[in-house]
Every structure is written in C-alpha cells, then in structure tokens.
C-alpha cells in the first residue's frame, strides 16, 4: 500500500505545483499592475480635469482606476486563465439577485458604523454642522458616487483577480491572511497612521474577503466597504482615513478620548474600537451569507462511471451465493408415437366413387 502511494504521489503533486506556481506568478503579475494603474489613473485625472473642477478629481481617479483595474485583469484573464468572460469571472456576475447581495452588504456596512459611531455619541457626542444650499447637494451626490467607485476599485484590486490567483497559490485562508497584510501595507502609506489604523485594515479586509469568499462574487463585499465609508462620511460628518474633502452637507467633530474617536482628523479608521467592532462583524457576515454560499459554494454532484448492468450483477451475487441454478430436464419420450387418424376428407371421397348411397 505505501508503494502504490509513493507511485501515485508524484503524478498527482507535480502538475498540482505547478499551477501553483503559475497562480503566484499571476498574484505578483497582477500586483504590480495595480500600482501601474493606479499612477496612470493619477496623472489622467490630472490631466483631464480642469482647476476649477479639481474637486472631481478623486472622482475621475477612482473611475479611471476601476476601468483600468477592469480591463488589465479581463486580459490577464483571457490570455492566460482561458476565461470566456473573464470580467464575470473577477467576480462581478450579473446573476439573478445581485443587487439583493449588494443591498446586504449595504446594510451590513451601515450596521458596523452606526455601532461604531453610538459610543462616540454617548461618550463626548459630535458637533454636527449643516451646510444646505443646492450647491452642497450636488457635491453630496458627487461623495456618494466617489466612495461608491473607489470601493469598487478596492474590491477589484483586493478581492478580485490578484486575489484569486493567490488563493489558486496558497488556499483561501491563507490568500485572506495575506492580502489582509497587503491591505493594510497600502493603507500605512497613508499619512498619520497608526497601529490602530493598520489593525482595523486587516480586520475590515478579513471582513471583505469573507463576503467574496461565502458568495463567490464581489457584490457583497463592495456593499460592506461602500456602506462603511459612505456613511460614516455622507451621514454623520466623519473624516475616512484621515480624508476630510468629501464633508460638503454634514460636517462633524467628535469630542471624546483619542482611542475612542480616532482624533478629528483621521476619523474611526485609527480607533480600536473599531477594530473591536469589525472583529465582532466576521461571525455576522458569516451568518448573513449562508443562503448565498449554498447556492454558488455547494459542489455541483456530475454523474460518471461506466454502465452497470444490475440484473446481471444480482444474478451472479445469488449464483456465488446459492451455486449455479439446476438445469431445466429435457422431455424424454418413452414409447411409440401412436398413429394419427387418416383425414376424414379421404374416408368421404372414397365413399364417393364406391357409388355407396
């Protein structure tokens, strides 16, 4: 038994490495390619918005990176992975109820701001303060479209393509683990970070990539992340990652201790309890994605095998049993066959020609 084991492993492994080491390749592959896109969508944005517009500069950047994110991975797709639609296949399939998905994920993400946001109003409150003229409401729907898209690119980057190939590499925890780590190295880029900030980014990405994980599509994921910037922004005045250009209606100041606040300029991102919070999401996502993961995780049962003649195969299980059925015995005949009868028609014509009355 352990020969034929060692016969049959290294049938199995070699191709199996492989492929491994062709999906890490594409991992890397697609990694730089991220930052490529990401200066090209820089310096396009630049270009194309004029000065007076240059508040719909992120904007442009993050639709641009998203197009180019889009379109690099579908090739890279294409070419080298086979894939027929290869942009479905970054996990964006327009499958019946995926707007339901994205609904979700939504939600879920507004739950985890809403419970991040209760304490700060309990603890020292926020000074909220309104801006109301026409002009702030078409800038406020320009934020939503903002973090709408840019949560979009992070889910393309983070949990689409490179992300697949890695999990190919490594096994899905270990592709969470990692890209949580990659995650979190791009968010630390940013300034004034902290422990804090890099903690609540490996948690926040192990969140996102349960979603994509359990639903096998992005919708979920971009939902949470949409949800969680959006509203700590567009609702309740927060900055996002130390980002405050995108407060145009409401604008608030948290007052409070730094821990629990995360300080007025970086917001909740650098704040422990919001890694405490998205820490105690893990379980929640889990659970809210149980239909979803038996509908596109259960393994599809294809039928194969050879024709089995079940008669056949009774039959010869009851003769190894019982032993062979006796023969059926042969009639024997015994005596002579006795003579039939001549035709009646015969004794009627000779009667004839004998001239008999």
């Given at each position: 038994?352990?020969?034929?084991l060692?016969?049959?492993e ?5 191709p ?9 390749v594409?991992?890397?592959?697609a990694?730089?390619?991220f930052?490529l ?9 630049q ?14 950047e993050?639709g ?6 889009l379109?690099?991975?579908a090739?890279?797709?294409f ?16 499958r019946?109820?995926?707007t339901?998905?994205?609904g ?8 985890i ?15 909220i303060?309104?801006n ?6 078409g ?7 903002f973090f ?19 999990a ?5 925890l270990g592709?969470s683990?990692?890209?949580a ?11 004034n970070s ?7 980014s ?6 996102l ?18 949800g969680?910037k ?12 130390g ?10 100041d948290?007052?409070?201790?730094l ?12 704040t422990w309890?919001?890694f405490?919070?998205?820490c ?10 149980s239909?979803l993961?038996?509908?596109?995780n259960?393994?599809?049962?294809v039928?194969a095998g050879?024709?089995v003649?079940?008669?056949a195969?009774?039959?010869?299980q ?27 028609t ?7 020609d004998?001239?008999?009355p």
């Amino acid at each position: 038994m352990g020969m034929l084991l060692r016969d049959w492993e290294p049938r199995m492994t070699t191709p199996a490495r492989g492929h491994r080491l062709r999906a890490y390749v594409l991992f890397v592959v697609a990694v730089i390619y991220f930052f490529l896109a990401r200066q090209l969508a820089i310096h396009g944005a630049q270009g194309l918005i004029a000065e007076q517009l240059s508040p719909l500069s992120p904007l442009v950047e993050q639709g641009m990176l998203v197009f180019l994110l889009l379109l690099g991975y579908a090739g890279f797709g294409f070419w080298f992975n086979r894939q027929l639609q290869p942009i479905r296949d970054q996990g964006l399939p327009l499958r019946v109820g995926w707007t339901g998905e994205a609904g979700l994920g939504l939600a879920v993400g507004w739950a985890i701001a809403l419970v991040c946001v209760l304490p700060l109003v309990v603890a020292g409150g926020i000074a909220i303060v309104l801006n109301l003229q026409l002009s702030a409401w078409g800038w406020f729907v320009a934020d939503a479209a903002f973090f709408a898209v840019a949560a979009l690119a992070e889910e393309i980057a983070f949990r689409g393509y490179g992300f697949q190939r890695f999990a190919e590499a490594v096994g899905p925890l270990g592709a969470s683990l990692g890209f949580a780590a990659y995650y979190a190295i791009v968010q630390a880029i940013a300034p004034n970070s902290s422990h804090a900030s890099v903690a609540v980014s490996v948690a926040l990405s192990l969140v996102l990539a349960t979603a994509y994980l359990r639903t096998k599509a992005l919708w979920v994921s971009w939902g949470i992340n949409f949800g969680w910037k959006a509203s700590r922004a567009l609702l309740f005045g927060l900055a996002v990652s130390g980002d405050t250009s995108h407060l145009h209606v409401v604008q608030g100041d948290p007052m409070g201790p730094l821990w629990l606040t995360g300080g007025g300029y970086y917001g909740l991102d650098g704040t422990w309890l919001a890694f405490i919070v998205l820490c105690a999401a893990l379980p929640v996502v889990y659970r809210v994605t149980s239909e979803l993961n038996y509908r596109y995780n259960t393994p599809v049962i294809v039928p194969a095998g050879i024709p089995v003649d079940l008669d056949a195969a009774a039959r010869k299980q009851h003769e190894a049993a019982m032993g062979p059925a006796p023969a059926v015995p042969s009639l024997v005949q015994i005596g002579p066959a006795a003579e039939l009868p001549e035709p009646l028609t015969k004794s009627v014509g000779a009667d004839a020609d004998s001239g008999a009355p």
